[in-house]
């Protein structure tokens, strides 16, 4: 815990006749300079006792005398404003940072828990889309924050590898292809399904011979599942090679598929518990007193649906993993389906319904009209991801032409600007895909966080000197370093807020923060200074702090910070 937040519940505790973990869990960090440095918020005290805050404010302010490192207590309006002692906070501050390193910022609140996010799911023999670049982007941060944190987390790629679209691949490939099924690539396999849909407008037949094959699929023919399984092959080809681009790493891959002998089971249960009726031949769950269309389990023919999996999925995921929360990291457009999944799961009684969450994000929007329809394909994600890189090392190039790890470093540049651009947006606002923008080097872009950092390093690189522990942080009273302190104590809860909303642009925001505040700083003050050494090295001490602050949060974004570009 923070240790100035310890001394003032301290403070309080006697007086407010509370715990002090109570207290300190009230106790807030006020943005702006003049309102204290921490702040406790009356407003429940008000409430409690049924008297005016303000006044409750000023009346504690009378009462208290400040003590250790917490120099005025004030009251403004319902707030309580504690000043702390400055070299110390900043001492402390910067001291944990270089304490914890790599890990400053961690904790282990989330110790004994058990998180399961399902994200990315692309489906098989279909494009990886920018949809599916979302939910692996957001999703990888996510759990990258929760284990931050010390969760137990089980990142889940729910493949799309299962349904009547399987029927028609395998028509399609028999008729129309002459290459080993080994070989074919998304895009072949992609051709043949768009001419399987136009061929049978015109020939009925085909449809007939799509079902019939998907039959024979269902039920285990060891010619059509082979196929199925190449089909299979060919398209995690492709997605591991955008995974490894975006250096991303997915602990389970269990497709749909996975949960054709599971199904049965759930039925059975939600036929006993009465949830499961007949309607025109099918079979659902009326959820009609709950405001929503029936969830449909099976198709009059006998065929299983994307939440007839899902709910087998839950089932089988709580069975094996216990987990306390499971996240779905998927887009908008399936809120309805997810809210109809967790409505019909509380209805079986699953306890553990409760933690089922669905964390939504909005579309992609693309102002570059060439990207953005190609005659209504789907937008490629390689095609997108090595433009990025292209013109990354277009514009590294030109800023340092004699850079040695170069093709690393436009990877790192183009991947993470793109990463950034997703992740600087709350979830549920939809992104606007500029190139130009998205790219720069000034803004509210990966280039610009990824410079920050060299920048920083760079600084570090110039003194050249070792700065030794004994290093004499008292030295730093400048109003600046006191901010610039106060910001780098904001990062671990930063963290917890972000993890706990599912939202990793908190810690994208916060960054550029950092970067700014650090930039403003740097420009007004004197950091290497061969006539004042220890002045330097107290200072360079900050300036480690604000590198190993940038470098950890963007790590938990997903993006590699650089020493060089
Ligand atoms: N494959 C699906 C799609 O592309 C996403 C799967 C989401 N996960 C889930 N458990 N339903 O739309």
């Not at 190609?374 to 514009?395: F, M, Q, S």
């Not at 994208?508 to 220890?534: C, G, K, Q």
């Given at each position: 815990?923070?240790t100035?937040?310890?001394?003032?519940?301290?403070l309080?505790g006697?007086?407010?006749?509370?715990?002090?973990?109570?207290?300190?869990s009230l106790?807030?960090?006020p943005?702006?300079a003049n309102?204290?440095?921490y702040?406790?918020?009356?407003?429940?005290l008000?409430?409690?006792?049924?008297r005016?805050?303000?006044?409750?404010a000023?009346?504690?302010?009378d009462?208290?005398?400040?003590?250790?490192?917490i120099?005025?207590?004030?009251?403004?309006?319902?707030y309580?404003?504690?000043?702390?002692?400055?070299?110390?906070?900043?001492?402390?501050?910067?001291?944990?940072?270089?304490?914890?390193?790599?890990?400053?910022?961690?904790?282990?609140?989330?110790?004994?828990?058990?998180l399961?996010?399902?994200?990315s799911?692309?489906?098989?023999?279909k494009p990886?889309?920018?949809?599916?670049?979302?939910?692996?982007?957001?999703?990888?941060?996510?759990?990258?924050?929760?284990?931050a944190?010390?969760?137990?987390?089980?990142?889940?790629n729910?493949?799309?590898?299962?349904?009547?679209?399987?029927?028609?691949?395998?028509?399609?490939?028999?008729?129309?292809?002459?290459?080993?099924?080994e070989?074919?690539?998304?895009?072949?396999?992609?051709a043949l399904?768009?001419?399987?849909?136009?061929?049978?407008?015109?020939?009925?037949?085909?449809?007939d011979?799509?079902?019939?094959?998907?039959?024979?699929?269902?039920?285990?023919?060891?010619?059509?599942?082979?196929?199925?399984e190449r089909?299979k092959?060919?398209?995690?080809?492709e997605?591991?090679?955008i995974?490894d681009?975006?250096?991303v790493?997915?602990?389970?891959?269990?497709?749909?598929?996975?949960?054709?002998?599971?199904?049965?089971?759930?039925?059975?249960?939600?036929?006993a518990a009465?949830?499961?009726?007949?309607s025109?031949?099918?079979?659902?769950?009326?959820?009609e007193?709950?405001?929503?269309?029936?969830?449909?389990?099976?198709?009059?023919?006998?065929?299983t649906?994307?939440?007839?999996?899902d709910?087998?999925?839950?089932?089988?995921?709580?069975?094996?993993?216990?987990?306390?929360?499971?996240?779905?990291v998927?887009g908008q457009?399936q809120?309805?389906h997810f809210?109809q999944?967790?409505?019909v799961?509380?209805?079986?009684?699953r306890?553990?319904?409760?933690?089922?969450?669905h964390?939504?994000?909005?579309?992609?929007?693309?102002?570059?009209?060439?990207?953005?329809?190609?005659?209504?394909?789907?937008?490629?994600?390689?095609?997108?991801?090595?433009?990025?890189?292209?013109?990354?090392?277009?514009?590294v190039?030109?800023?340092?032409p004699?850079?040695?790890?170069?093709?690393?470093?436009?990877?790192?540049v183009?991947?993470?600007?793109?990463?950034?651009?997703?992740?600087?947006?709350?979830r549920?606002?939809?992104?606007?895909?500029?190139w130009?923008r998205i790219l720069?080097f000034?803004?509210?872009t990966?280039?610009?966080?990824?410079?920050?950092?060299?920048?920083?390093?760079?600084?570090?690189?110039?003194?050249g000197?070792?700065?030794?522990?004994d290093t004499?942080?008292?030295?730093?009273?400048?109003?600046a370093?006191?901010?610039?302190?106060k910001?780098l104590a904001?990062?671990p809860?930063?963290?917890?807020r972000?993890?706990?909303?599912?939202?990793?642009?908190l810690?994208?925001?916060y960054?550029l923060?950092?970067?700014?505040?650090?930039?403003?700083?740097y420009?007004a003050?004197?950091v290497?200074?061969?006539?004042?050494?220890?002045?330097t090295?107290a200072?360079?001490?900050?300036v480690?702090?604000?590198?190993?602050?940038?470098?950890?949060?963007?790590?938990?974004?997903?993006?590699?910070p650089?020493?060089?570009?």
């Amino acid at each position: 815990m923070d240790t100035f937040i310890k001394e003032i519940a301290e403070l309080l505790g006697t007086t407010l006749q509370m715990r002090g973990a109570d207290i300190a869990s009230l106790i807030e960090r006020p943005q702006k300079a003049n309102q204290g440095d921490y702040a406790l918020p009356c407003f429940f005290l008000g409430k409690e006792q049924g008297r005016n805050p303000v006044e409750i404010a000023r009346e504690l302010a009378d009462q208290l005398a400040p003590a250790g490192s917490i120099e005025k207590i004030a009251a403004a309006g319902p707030y309580l404003n504690f000043f702390v002692n400055r070299i110390a906070f900043v001492g402390r501050a910067i001291g944990a940072v270089i304490k914890t390193g790599a890990t400053y910022g961690h904790s282990t609140v989330g110790a004994g828990q058990t998180l399961v996010l399902d994200y990315s799911s692309p489906n098989i023999a279909k494009p990886f889309g920018i949809g599916h670049l979302r939910s692996t982007v957001i999703g990888h941060a996510i759990k990258k924050l929760h284990d931050a944190l010390g969760y137990k987390t089980i990142g889940i790629n729910h493949l799309g590898d299962w349904g009547t679209q399987f029927g028609s691949m395998i028509v399609a490939y028999k008729k129309w292809s002459d290459k080993p099924a080994e070989e074919l690539t998304v895009s072949e396999l992609v051709a043949l399904y768009v001419k399987f849909h136009a061929e049978s407008e015109a020939d009925p037949a085909l449809q007939d011979a799509a079902r019939a094959a998907f039959k024979k699929l269902e039920e285990g023919d060891p010619e059509h599942v082979a196929l199925w399984e190449r089909f299979k092959a060919d398209s995690l080809k492709e997605f591991d090679r955008i995974y490894d681009m975006l250096g991303v790493h997915i602990d389970v891959a269990s497709g749909e598929s996975f949960f054709n002998d599971k199904m049965g089971g759930t039925i059975k249960r939600l036929k006993a518990a009465g949830l499961a009726t007949e309607s025109e031949g099918a079979l659902i769950v009326d959820l009609e007193g709950h405001g929503m269309p029936p969830c449909l389990l099976l198709k009059s023919d006998g065929a299983t649906l994307y939440a007839t999996r899902d709910l087998a999925a839950a089932e089988y995921r709580y069975q094996t993993y216990k987990f306390d929360r499971m996240v779905y990291v998927h887009g908008q457009e399936q809120k309805l389906h997810f809210k109809q999944v967790f409505k019909v799961l509380e209805l079986l009684d699953r306890e553990w319904a409760h933690g089922l969450v669905h964390a939504e994000f909005g579309h992609y929007r693309f102002k570059d009209a060439k990207m953005s329809t190609r005659k209504g394909k789907t937008i490629l994600l390689e095609e997108v991801l090595n433009k990025a890189i292209e013109l990354a090392e277009k514009i590294v190039t030109e800023k340092n032409p004699d850079l040695e790890d170069k093709t690393n470093v436009c990877r790192a540049v183009g991947i993470g600007a793109i990463i950034f651009a997703d992740l600087s947006n709350r979830r549920k606002r939809d992104v606007e895909f500029d190139w130009d923008r998205i790219l720069s080097f000034e803004g509210e872009t990966g280039p610009y966080l990824q410079y920050a950092h060299v920048r920083v390093c760079s600084i570090e690189r110039k003194w050249g000197k070792p700065i030794g522990p004994d290093t004499n942080l008292e030295l730093l009273t400048e109003e600046a370093e006191f901010q610039l302190a106060k910001k780098l104590a904001d990062f671990p809860p930063t963290i917890r807020r972000a993890a706990e909303q599912y939202e990793p642009s908190l810690v994208s925001t916060y960054l550029l923060e950092v970067a700014r505040e650090f930039s403003s700083y740097y420009e007004a003050h004197r950091v290497l200074n061969e006539a004042a050494p220890d002045l330097t090295a107290a200072r360079l001490t900050l300036v480690a702090a604000v590198r190993q602050t940038l470098a950890n949060g963007l790590r938990l974004l997903g993006i590699e910070p650089l020493s060089e570009m």
